[in-house]
């Protein structure tokens, strides 16, 4: 049998230069590996509350049919986006989550050589789009854990083809206003696509938001990704989408790979846009979760990011991998800063009330050994 010892001068030369995606570690990772029964996960911004109850019954009814494909073009979902959010149903594109979109960005507009700019650090997902993709990247600091719009604007050149901007910005939660936005649009030109990552846009409560919607409405080179992973909890179900004005999403339909949403996802997902509650109740808890944290913090001498995400970084002052592998002894998984350049901060999920007072008595017993 061969070894495939040279299977690497085979692949594309760019993807060569990807570093592996780290997930975290997997709530079963944990309990094996450290012989706990129960695991707190707070390291992936998802949603415990789960699904609306009217999803999983669309889900189960979904079941019966799973034997053929799906409905490749997702009508259902997409009428009733477009209902939703008022916008033209050309314009939207459903993805394998809003991951997928970010894909398809990729493939559709992106040519080896382009620059594309993001924030640094930014949403995994951009870095690995744009090395595959085998364009240059170009990472602006952000700035007091904001993007730097005039940075980002200000590092615009005629081989620019794509900014991302993840809006509120993950890892930090901050976001940036109408009038920040505003600005930067005016500076933005023609040849440059404009990605609106909304993925937390549920959970945002500053009227000053700057969203991206009216950048699409325009007809602007502008795409808004929204997501039913975060709000919605459907994370493991792999659906998002993007809105855009329809002549932009006609080139993205071109690389869109046909049956690329599940029809179990596809009716959960419209069942869930028909069940404000659960949305509701979803932004109850984050509301009341951030509030208990950012008093525990207070208590601790803890600086953190005022939030506008279900996520809060917070600098614990001791190397983020030891707080990260401390806290998972005591059953509790959150993500470490250093991967965002961030050594002594964590990024924590805001979760249930019990999940976070169990994250804050675990913190507790780190901090204070
Ligand atoms: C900023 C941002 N964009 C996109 C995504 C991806 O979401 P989805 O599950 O829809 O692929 C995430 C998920 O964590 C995210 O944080």
Not at 15 to 34: A, F, H, N, T
Not at 172 to 198: K, L, S
């Amino acid at each position: 049998m061969t070894t495939l010892t040279n299977i690497w001068q085979l692949a594309r030369p760019s993807i060569k230069k990807i570093k592996p995606y780290s997930p975290g570690k997997s709530s079963q990772e944990v309990k094996e590996e450290l012989g706990i029964a129960e695991v707190t996960k707070l390291a992936s911004n998802e949603n415990p509350l789960g699904p609306s109850p009217q999803a999983v019954a669309a889900m189960q009814q979904a079941a019966d049919s799973v034997y053929v494909y799906p409905d490749p073009l997702c009508r259902d979902l997409t009428e009733a986006l477009a209902d939703h959010w008022e916008v033209d149903p050309e314009g939207i594109v459903v993805g394998r989550g809003s991951d997928e979109v970010i894909h398809m960005l990729g493939l559709a507009f992106v040519n080896p050589g382009d620059e594309v700019i993001y924030s640094d650090p930014p949403f995994a997902l951009y870095p690995l789009t744009t090395t595959i993709m085998d364009s240059q990247a170009v990472a602006v600091p952000h700035r007091n854990f904001v993007h730097d719009l005039p940075a980002i604007a200000e590092a615009i050149t005629d081989k620019t083809k794509m900014i991302f901007i993840s809006n509120p910005y993950n890892p930090t939660g901050t976001i940036v206003t109408a009038g920040q936005v505003d600005e930067f649009m005016d500076r933005v030109p023609d040849h440059v696509v404009v990605v609106f990552d909304e993925a937390y846009y549920e959970y945002v409560d500053d009227t000053e938001f700057g969203e991206g919607m009216p950048y699409v409405r325009e007809g602007r080179a502008a795409i808004v990704l929204r997501t039913f992973s975060k709000a919605y909890a459907l994370a493991g179900l792999r659906i998002g989408y993007g809105m855009a004005p329809p002549p932009l999403s006609a080139v993205l339909k071109q690389v869109r790979p046909p049956f690329n949403v599940a029809g179990m996802a596809q009716a959960a997902a419209l069942a869930s846009l028909q069940d404000p509650h659960q949305v509701q109740r979803s932004q109850r808890m984050v509301q009341e979760g951030k509030q208990y944290l950012y008093n525990k913090f207070d208590e601790m001498g803890l600086d953190y990011v005022p939030t506008q995400a279900n996520f809060i970084l917070v600098d614990v002052g001791i190397d983020s991998q030891e707080c990260f592998d401390a806290l998972m002894r005591q059953g509790v998984t959150v993500r470490t800063g250093d991967i965002f350049g961030l050594p002594t901060h964590i990024r924590v999920t805001i979760g249930t009330a019990e999940q976070n007072e169990r994250f804050i008595g675990a913190l507790g017993e780190v901090l204070s050994s």
